[in-house]
C-alpha cells in the first residue's frame, strides 16, 4: 500500500515520537496500538494523510487536536481495513483521509510532529470522513493500483445545487469578479448564466483530480463553485496549473464571508460619514472609497447612512504652508465639530480625518465624548482605511503614573504608540530645563509583545478605553493632586489622537499640545476648559 520513500525519516532521531516501523503484518500493528494505549495515551481523531502520487499514506493519530502519533502500515487488503477499524474502534472515532498537493512527500518535508501537523491543517479541500464502507472503498481502489480512472462521480444534486446558489448569492466566486449571473446586462434577459463548477473534479482524470476523493466529493456543496463563464473555462481549461485546490478554497471561503458580512449591513446602525483631510506636510489625502468606508464601519455594527461627506475640502490646498493651516486650526476645527454636531443633533457620527497631530487632538477634544464620535484608523501598513484588530486586546497600552507630590503644578503626559520617538524624550530635557526642576512623567506606551506601529491602538474599543483611561487621569491630576498644566507629548495614530483629545473634559488642567518641530516638539495647542465650554486657542508665538 506504501512504499519506503519516507524510510529514511525513520531511521534518524529527530524526533521521539515519530515511530520507527512500517507495519507489515495486522497482529504487529494491533500491538502497537494495545502499547500506546498501555502508557495512557489516547486518540479522539484519526488521520490519514496522502501525498498526491499516493506512494505515501501516513496514519495520524490525535487527542484533543494535538498530534501524539504517526505510523505506516501496508497490510492485506482485508487486514488494512481490520485494522482501520481496530484503530478508530470501529469508527466511533473521527475518521479522515486527507491528500496533500505535493507530488510526493520527501525528508524535508517531515522533521518533528509539528510538521506533520501543519501540513495536516493545510489541506481542507481534499478530505474526506471516513466510514466503513468508504474505508473498503478506499483500499479496494487502492490496491487495484494508482493510476487515476476514467468517469465520473454523482451529479449535483438539487439540495448541493441550492445551498451552492444559496452560499454564492448567485454571483461569481472567484475572487474580483462577483458578476451577477442570473441576469445578462446587454439584452435584459434573466436565467442561469453560470457554471457549478467542481474545485476537486468529480473525474479522477479531470481538473484537481484526486483518487477516491474525488468520486466521493462530486456532490459535496464545500467542493463546489459558482463561477462564470469566463473563469469556469479560465479554471478548468486555459490556466488549471495556476489555479491549485487550495487556491479556489480560498476564493470560495472569501466570496461566502464577504457575502455575508456586506449581508449583514442590513441590520447595522445607520451613522452619518464624514471626511476632513488636513494635510500633513503639504501632502494629499486621498477620500476613502466605499469598501474602505464599510469594512471601517463594520467594526463598530455601523452602515453608512449617506455618501460619504467631505468637510474642510481643499483647505490644504488653500494654505500655503503648515504654518498657515496651523494660524487658523483653531477655527478649522470649530467649524467641523460644529457643522458635525449641527447636522447629527447629537446622534453618533463616522469621521476619516487626517492631519497633525496638535489638530486631531484639538478636534477630539473640540468635539467631546457626551456624543458618540467614531474615528477611523488610516492604517499605513495595509495604505488603507481600516482596524486591523478583530477583537479588542485588554493589555493594549501600559501607563506608567510617577508620584505626584504638592510642589508639582506641572505634568507631562508622554505617549508613544507609532514609535519611540527620540524626540519627545529631548522635548521632556529642555520642559525640565526652564522648569529648573524635573517634572512628573506619565508614560503611555505598547507591550513589548505587540510593539510600536501605527497599529498600536488596533480596535476602536482600545481607542475608548485610552480615553476612558486619560479622561480619569487628568481629572484627578486637577481635582487630587492640584496640577494646573499638562504638557501633551503625542506620536500615535491618527485615530488615536482624536481618542486622546477626547479625553479632555471639565474639572481637568490645561493642555499643551506639542508637534514635531526642527529639533524638539514645539507648542501647538492650548486647551482649556472656561466653565462652559472646551475652547482651542493656537500658541501665540507659533502663529505670530
Known amino acids: ?37 498501555g502508557t495512557g495515551l489516547q486518540w479522539d ?45 470501529s469508527y466511533v472515532i473521527d475518521t479522515r483521509l486527507r491528500v ?34 468508504k474505508t473498503t472503498e478506499l483500499f479496494k481502489r487502492w490496491s487495484l493500483g494508482r493510476e487515476k480512472v476514467t ?20 454571483r461569481c466566486m472567484f475572487s474580483g469578479c462577483g458578476s451577477r449571473l442570473d441576469f445578462d446586462s446587454l439584452s435584459g434577459h434573466r436565467g442561469n448564466f453560470g457554471y457549478m463548477a467542481h474545485n476537486i473534479a468529480a ?20 467542493n463546489v463553485l459558482l463561477l462564470c463563464d469566463v473563469h469556469h473555462r479560465l479554471v478548468d481549461r486555459i490556466a488549471t496549473l495556476d489555479y491549485p485546490a487550495s487556491k479556489l478554497q480560498a476564493m470560495r471561503t472569501i466570496h461566502i464571508q464577504l457575502c455575508n458580512n456586506l449581508l449583514n449591513a ?35 455594527n455601523c452602515r453608512a447612512k449617506h455618501d460619504l461627506t467631505p468637510l474642510d475640502w481643499g483647505v490644504s490646498d488653500s494654505m500655503q504652508n503648515s504654518y498657515e493651516f496651523h494660524k487658523r486650526c483653531s477655527e478649522h476645527i470649530g467649524d467641523c465639530v460644529n457643522q458635525i454636531k449641527a447636522w447629527t443633533k447629537g446622534s453618533s457620527a463616522a469621521v476619516f480625518v487626517l492631519g497633525p497631530t496638535f489638530a486631531l487632538i484639538g478636534f477630539g477634544a473640540k468635539f467631546g465624548n457626551k456624543s458618540k464620535l467614531m474615528p477611523m484608523l488610516r492604517y499605513r501598513d495595509a495604505s488603507s482605511w481600516m482596524w486591523p484588530g478583530v477583537q479588542p486586546r485588554e493589555d493594549a497600552f501600559i501607563i506608567d503614573e510617577p508620584k505626584i507630590d504638592s510642589k508639582h503644578s506641572e505634568v507631562i503626559v508622554s505617549i508613544k504608540l507609532t514609535f519611540p520617538a527620540a524626540m519627545i524624550d529631548s522635548t521632556i530635557d529642555h520642559l525640565n530645563q526652564q522648569a529648573q526642576d524635573k517634572l512628573p512623567i506619565i508614560n503611555i506606551y505598547p507591550p513589548q509583545s505587540y510593539g510600536y506601529g501605527n497599529g498600536a491602538i488596533a480596535h476602536p474599543l482600545e481607542g475608548e478605553k485610552l480615553a476612558n483611561r486619560l479622561k480619569e487621569i487628568f481629572t484627578n491630576l486637577n481635582q487630587m493632586y492640584g496640577i494646573k498644566k499638562v504638557h501633551l507629548l503625542v506620536c500615535a495614530s491618527n485615530a488615536a489622537c482624536v481618542y486622546i483629545g477626547q479625553a479632555v473634559d471639565r474639572f481637568q488642567p490645561e493642555f499643551i499640545v506639542y508637534d514635531y518641530g526642527t529639533k524638539m516638539m514645539e507648542p501647538k495647542l492650548r486647551i482649556y476648559n472656561d466653565g462652559n465650554t472646551t475652547v482651542i486657542e493656537c500658541i501665540r508665538k507659533n502663529c505670530e
Do not use: C
Request: proline share 4%; charged share 25%.
Open 1 to 37: 500500500m506504501t512504499t519506503n520513500n519516507l524510510s529514511a525519516v525513520t531511521q534518524i532521531p529527530l524526533d521521539q515520537a515519530l515511530n520507527k516501523n512500517i507495519f507489515t503484518d495486522l497482529n504487529s500493528a494491533k500491538q502497537y496500538l494495545d502499547h500506546l494505549k
Open 45 to 89: 481523531h484519526v488521520g490519514f494523510l496522502s501525498d498526491a502520487s499516493y506512494h505515501n499514506l501516513l496514519t495520524l493519530l490525535f487527542s484533543n487536536s494535538e498530534l501524539i502519533d504517526i505510523f505506516r502500515f501496508s497490510l492485506q487488503r482485508d487486514d488494512n481495513e481490520k485494522l482501520v477499524s481496530y484503530i478508530s474502534d
Open 100 to 133: 496533500s498537493e505535493k507530488e510526493e512527500f520527501g525528508l524535508e518535508d517531515f522533521q518533528t510532529l509539528e510538521s506533520f501537523k501543519e501540513l495536516w491543517d493545510e489541506i481542507t479541500v481534499s478530505s474526506n470522513r471516513l466510514n466503513a464502507k
Open 151 to 170: 468517469g465520473r462521480g454523482n451529479q449535483f444534486s438539487e439540495s448541493t445545487k441550492r445551498i451552492v446558489m444559496e452560499e454564492s448569492h448567485g
Open 203 to 222: 473525474s479522477e482524470s479531470g481538473p484537481r483530480g484526486v483518487m477516491y476523493l474525488s468520486k466521493n466529493l462530486a456532490d459535496e456543496p464545500s
Open 266 to 300: 442590513l441590520s447595522y446602525t445607520p451613522v452619518p460619514v464624514y471626511f476632513i483631510p488636513w494635510s500633513v506636510n503639504g501632502q494629499s489625502i486621498e477620500m476613502p472609497d466605499p469598501i474602505s468606508i464599510s469594512k471601517s464601519l463594520n467594526v463598530f
